[in-house]
T-cell receptor, first 114, second 111 residues
Protein backbone atom coordinates (compact mmCIF):
# COMPACT_ATOMS: atom_id res chain seq x y z
CA UNK A 1 0.00 0.00 0.00
CA UNK A 2 2.81 2.37 -1.00
CA UNK A 3 1.56 5.95 -1.28
CA UNK A 4 3.89 7.22 -4.01
CA UNK A 5 5.72 4.61 -6.07
CA UNK A 6 8.31 4.93 -8.82
CA UNK A 7 9.72 2.52 -11.36
CA UNK A 8 12.42 1.62 -11.91
CA UNK A 9 14.39 2.13 -8.70
CA UNK A 10 17.69 1.99 -10.57
CA UNK A 11 18.40 2.87 -14.17
CA UNK A 12 21.81 2.53 -15.78
CA UNK A 13 22.15 3.59 -19.40
CA UNK A 14 24.56 5.02 -21.91
CA UNK A 15 24.85 8.55 -23.18
CA UNK A 16 22.52 9.32 -26.05
CA UNK A 17 19.84 6.83 -25.04
CA UNK A 18 16.21 7.67 -24.28
CA UNK A 19 14.65 6.48 -21.03
CA UNK A 20 11.45 6.86 -19.02
CA UNK A 21 10.68 6.88 -15.32
CA UNK A 22 7.17 6.21 -14.07
CA UNK A 23 5.37 7.49 -10.99
CA UNK A 24 2.06 6.53 -9.47
CA UNK A 25 0.30 7.75 -6.34
CA UNK A 26 -2.69 6.18 -4.61
CA UNK A 27 -3.35 9.08 -2.24
CA UNK A 28 -6.08 10.59 -4.35
CA UNK A 29 -3.96 13.71 -4.90
CA UNK A 30 -4.31 15.77 -8.04
CA UNK A 31 -0.98 17.61 -8.03
CA UNK A 32 2.26 15.81 -8.80
CA UNK A 33 5.89 16.85 -9.08
CA UNK A 34 9.28 15.77 -10.31
CA UNK A 35 12.33 16.77 -8.27
CA UNK A 36 15.99 16.12 -9.05
CA UNK A 37 18.55 15.37 -6.35
CA UNK A 38 22.12 15.84 -7.54
CA UNK A 39 25.31 14.21 -6.31
CA UNK A 40 25.59 16.78 -3.51
CA UNK A 41 22.06 15.84 -2.39
CA UNK A 42 20.64 19.19 -3.46
CA UNK A 43 16.92 18.88 -4.26
CA UNK A 44 15.41 21.03 -6.99
CA UNK A 45 11.98 21.05 -8.53
CA UNK A 46 11.70 20.25 -12.23
CA UNK A 47 8.00 20.05 -13.06
CA UNK A 48 4.56 20.17 -11.51
CA UNK A 49 1.24 18.95 -12.86
CA UNK A 50 -2.22 19.68 -11.55
CA UNK A 51 -5.09 17.61 -12.94
CA UNK A 52 -2.92 16.54 -15.88
CA UNK A 53 -1.98 20.14 -16.69
CA UNK A 54 1.61 21.39 -16.55
CA UNK A 55 1.82 24.27 -14.07
CA UNK A 56 5.53 24.48 -13.28
CA UNK A 57 8.46 24.02 -15.65
CA UNK A 58 11.67 25.10 -13.98
CA UNK A 59 13.93 25.86 -16.95
CA UNK A 60 14.61 22.21 -17.52
CA UNK A 61 16.21 21.25 -20.87
CA UNK A 62 13.57 20.25 -23.38
CA UNK A 63 15.16 16.79 -23.52
CA UNK A 64 13.03 16.20 -20.43
CA UNK A 65 9.35 15.73 -21.16
CA UNK A 66 6.87 14.96 -18.43
CA UNK A 67 3.54 13.35 -19.22
CA UNK A 68 0.51 12.90 -17.01
CA UNK A 69 -1.97 10.40 -18.46
CA UNK A 70 -4.26 10.87 -15.45
CA UNK A 71 -4.22 12.46 -11.99
CA UNK A 72 -2.58 9.43 -10.39
CA UNK A 73 0.33 9.09 -12.80
CA UNK A 74 3.21 11.31 -13.82
CA UNK A 75 5.94 9.98 -16.07
CA UNK A 76 9.25 11.52 -17.05
CA UNK A 77 10.81 10.83 -20.42
CA UNK A 78 14.39 11.86 -21.07
CA UNK A 79 15.84 12.01 -24.58
CA UNK A 80 19.49 11.93 -25.57
CA UNK A 81 20.76 11.30 -22.07
CA UNK A 82 23.88 13.14 -20.95
CA UNK A 83 26.38 12.42 -18.19
CA UNK A 84 25.05 15.39 -16.24
CA UNK A 85 21.60 13.80 -16.07
CA UNK A 86 22.94 11.28 -13.56
CA UNK A 87 21.00 11.96 -10.36
CA UNK A 88 18.19 10.65 -8.22
CA UNK A 89 14.77 11.66 -9.49
CA UNK A 90 11.91 11.92 -7.02
CA UNK A 91 8.24 12.07 -7.71
CA UNK A 92 6.00 13.78 -5.16
CA UNK A 93 2.31 14.48 -4.80
CA UNK A 94 0.03 16.90 -2.99
CA UNK A 95 -3.68 17.27 -2.44
CA UNK A 96 -4.69 20.04 -4.81
CA UNK A 97 -3.55 23.62 -5.24
CA UNK A 98 -5.99 25.07 -2.72
CA UNK A 99 -5.64 22.38 -0.09
CA UNK A 100 -2.99 21.30 2.33
CA UNK A 101 0.60 22.12 1.37
CA UNK A 102 2.04 18.76 2.42
CA UNK A 103 4.02 17.01 -0.31
CA UNK A 104 4.73 13.29 -0.16
CA UNK A 105 7.73 11.86 -1.94
CA UNK A 106 8.33 8.56 -3.67
CA UNK A 107 11.40 6.36 -3.04
CA UNK A 108 13.35 7.79 -5.95
CA UNK A 109 14.89 6.51 -9.18
CA UNK A 110 18.67 6.54 -9.32
CA UNK A 111 19.69 7.28 -12.90
CA UNK A 112 23.29 6.62 -13.90
CA UNK A 113 24.43 7.68 -17.35
CA UNK A 114 27.73 6.18 -18.52
CA UNK B 1 20.28 32.13 -6.20
CA UNK B 2 19.93 30.08 -3.06
CA UNK B 3 16.67 31.18 -1.55
CA UNK B 4 16.90 28.96 1.54
CA UNK B 5 20.23 28.75 3.37
CA UNK B 6 20.75 25.84 5.74
CA UNK B 7 23.41 25.27 8.36
CA UNK B 8 25.38 23.41 9.49
CA UNK B 9 26.30 21.05 6.64
CA UNK B 10 26.92 18.27 9.12
CA UNK B 11 26.34 17.75 12.81
CA UNK B 12 27.47 15.17 15.32
CA UNK B 13 25.48 14.89 18.54
CA UNK B 14 25.73 12.52 21.47
CA UNK B 15 22.77 10.28 22.19
CA UNK B 16 20.33 12.14 24.40
CA UNK B 17 21.57 15.54 23.28
CA UNK B 18 19.78 18.29 21.36
CA UNK B 19 20.30 18.61 17.61
CA UNK B 20 19.74 22.08 16.17
CA UNK B 21 19.59 22.88 12.47
CA UNK B 22 19.06 26.41 11.21
CA UNK B 23 17.60 27.85 8.04
CA UNK B 24 17.22 31.37 6.68
CA UNK B 25 15.11 32.49 3.76
CA UNK B 26 14.88 35.53 1.55
CA UNK B 27 11.53 35.40 -0.20
CA UNK B 28 8.81 37.02 1.92
CA UNK B 29 6.18 35.27 -0.19
CA UNK B 30 7.08 31.96 1.45
CA UNK B 31 4.17 30.88 3.62
CA UNK B 32 4.89 27.26 4.55
CA UNK B 33 8.09 25.86 6.02
CA UNK B 34 8.44 22.05 6.21
CA UNK B 35 11.31 19.90 7.38
CA UNK B 36 12.08 16.64 5.64
CA UNK B 37 14.09 13.68 6.89
CA UNK B 38 15.91 11.49 4.38
CA UNK B 39 17.58 8.15 5.07
CA UNK B 40 20.11 6.73 2.58
CA UNK B 41 18.40 5.22 -0.43
CA UNK B 42 14.98 6.60 0.55
CA UNK B 43 12.85 9.54 -0.45
CA UNK B 44 12.47 12.62 1.75
CA UNK B 45 9.79 12.12 4.40
CA UNK B 46 7.82 15.03 5.84
CA UNK B 47 8.76 15.44 9.49
CA UNK B 48 7.09 18.61 10.70
CA UNK B 49 5.98 21.91 9.18
CA UNK B 50 5.02 25.40 10.28
CA UNK B 51 3.14 28.39 8.93
CA UNK B 52 4.46 31.94 9.57
CA UNK B 53 1.56 32.87 11.83
CA UNK B 54 2.99 30.80 14.72
CA UNK B 55 6.41 31.03 16.36
CA UNK B 56 6.76 27.43 17.46
CA UNK B 57 5.39 24.01 16.69
CA UNK B 58 6.17 20.84 18.57
CA UNK B 59 5.55 17.24 17.59
CA UNK B 60 7.04 14.70 19.95
CA UNK B 61 10.80 15.25 20.14
CA UNK B 62 10.78 17.60 17.13
CA UNK B 63 10.21 21.35 17.44
CA UNK B 64 10.27 24.08 14.82
CA UNK B 65 11.07 27.60 16.00
CA UNK B 66 10.11 30.36 13.59
CA UNK B 67 11.24 34.01 13.59
CA UNK B 68 9.35 35.90 10.92
CA UNK B 69 11.11 39.24 11.39
CA UNK B 70 14.53 37.63 11.08
CA UNK B 71 13.35 35.32 8.29
CA UNK B 72 14.81 32.34 10.10
CA UNK B 73 13.53 29.00 11.30
CA UNK B 74 15.14 26.07 13.02
CA UNK B 75 14.58 22.41 13.84
CA UNK B 76 15.32 21.15 17.33
CA UNK B 77 15.52 17.42 17.97
CA UNK B 78 15.35 16.72 21.68
CA UNK B 79 16.80 13.56 23.22
CA UNK B 80 18.49 12.70 19.92
CA UNK B 81 18.72 8.98 19.16
CA UNK B 82 20.97 6.99 16.82
CA UNK B 83 17.86 6.27 14.73
CA UNK B 84 17.62 10.01 14.05
CA UNK B 85 20.85 9.83 12.04
CA UNK B 86 19.81 11.01 8.59
CA UNK B 87 19.96 14.01 6.28
CA UNK B 88 17.57 16.80 7.19
CA UNK B 89 16.28 19.35 4.72
CA UNK B 90 14.45 22.54 5.45
CA UNK B 91 12.24 23.88 2.72
CA UNK B 92 9.91 26.74 1.97
CA UNK B 93 7.15 27.36 -0.50
CA UNK B 94 5.08 30.27 -1.71
CA UNK B 95 1.41 29.35 -1.85
CA UNK B 96 2.11 25.68 -1.30
CA UNK B 97 3.33 24.80 -4.74
CA UNK B 98 6.99 24.29 -5.50
CA UNK B 99 9.24 23.48 -2.56
CA UNK B 100 12.55 25.34 -2.38
CA UNK B 101 14.99 23.25 -0.37
CA UNK B 102 17.99 24.08 1.76
CA UNK B 103 21.22 22.24 1.03
CA UNK B 104 20.69 19.64 3.75
CA UNK B 105 22.33 18.74 7.06
CA UNK B 106 23.83 15.32 7.69
CA UNK B 107 23.08 14.43 11.30
CA UNK B 108 24.96 11.69 13.10
CA UNK B 109 23.91 10.74 16.59
CA UNK B 110 26.62 8.87 18.46
CA UNK B 111 25.56 6.19 20.91
Amino acid sequence: DTAVSQTPKYLVTQMGNDKSIKCEQNLGHDTMYWYKQDSKKFLKIMFSYNNKELIINETVPNRFSPKSPDKAHLNLHINSLELGDSAVYFCASRQGLAGTYEQYFGPGTRLTVT
Amino acid sequence: QQQVKQSPQSLIVQKGGISIINCAYENTAFDYFPWYQQFPGKGPALLIAIRPDVSEKKEGRFTISFNKSAKQFSLHIMDSQPGDSATYFCAATPYGNKLVFGAGTILRVKS
